[in-house]
Nanobody
Framework: VQLQASGGGLVQAGGSLRLACAASGRTFSLYDMGWFRQAPGKEREFVASVDWKGTSTYYADSLKGRFTISRDNAKNTVSLQMNSLKPEDTAVYYC??????????????WGQGTLVTVSS
């Protein structure tokens, strides 16, 4: 599956951004979708995920209440709504996919990333 992330940009602290990830090439509805981020000089970290059925969502503990992940299987997209942004949210955000019905926990497919910069 090919993934294309978009929606990043420069925003002031306290503002909001909505990231989108468009998928193509496979049956999108069979894939768990996740968002990860990597800040400068830091390791990539998990942000949020939604299962292939669209019934379960998961968030990094530190982001609960500010970020919301959603998917639209009709449009083959997954979105990440980010509110109350903080300078520490500055990072490159990546969307990723893994085959949902399997037992794998590894994300096999990655998008190219979109940069989010939050100014103080």
């Amino acid at each position: 599956v090919q993934l294309q992330a978009s929606g990043g940009g420069l925003v002031q602290a306290g503002g909001s951004l909505r990231l989108a990830c468009a998928a193509s090439g496979r049956t999108f509805s069979l894939y768990d979708m996740g968002w990860f981020r990597q800040a400068p000089g830091k390791e990539r970290e998990f942000v949020a995920s939604v299962d292939w059925k669209g019934t379960s969502t998961y968030y990094a503990d530190s982001l609960k209440g500010r970020f919301t992940i959603s998917r639209d299987n009709a449009k083959n997209t997954v979105s990440l709504q980010m509110n109350s942004l903080k300078p520490e949210d500055t990072a490159v955000y990546y969307c990723a996919a893994r085959f949902g019905p399997s037992s794998t926990r590894v994300y096999d497919y990655w998008g190219q990333g979109t940069l989010v910069t939050v100014s103080s």
